[in-house]
């Protein structure tokens, strides 16, 4: 195996936890600091009319104020529009578990419960951050 791909496999071999992972519990492992992190990945809802834009509707201030919310609480970690005008967007929320994390985005997101945006929760187990 060449250098390189040594390297890889080690790096991969240090970061696999030894235990499966907890959403957001933090652990660490060769002296690296794990977290779990929630991406709540929304997309244009039903709500939404063909050929307009999500960011043009008046319920897109309702999801501003999740996120303001989120930032009050000290949950926010990252959030925007992927930059492709089809107004797709991923918020990064750090809180104690997935249970908490889908019932902000589902409930506490007015834009989500009204229809406005779609969102799928996946947890993100974080190895690497600057």
Partial sequence: MGTAAAAVTDA???LRPSTPAV????GHRGGITMTSWFALLHTPGAAVPDGESVFDQPGIAEHFAFLKRRVDAGQLIAAGPIDDGSGDGITVIEVDDLEEATRLATEDD???ASGLLDV???PWRVVMAR
């Fill in 12 to 14: 991969i071999t240090l």
């Fill in 23 to 26: 959403p957001g519990t933090t």
């Fill in 120 to 122: 799928t929760v996946r």
């Fill in 110 to 112: 007015r834009a989500v």
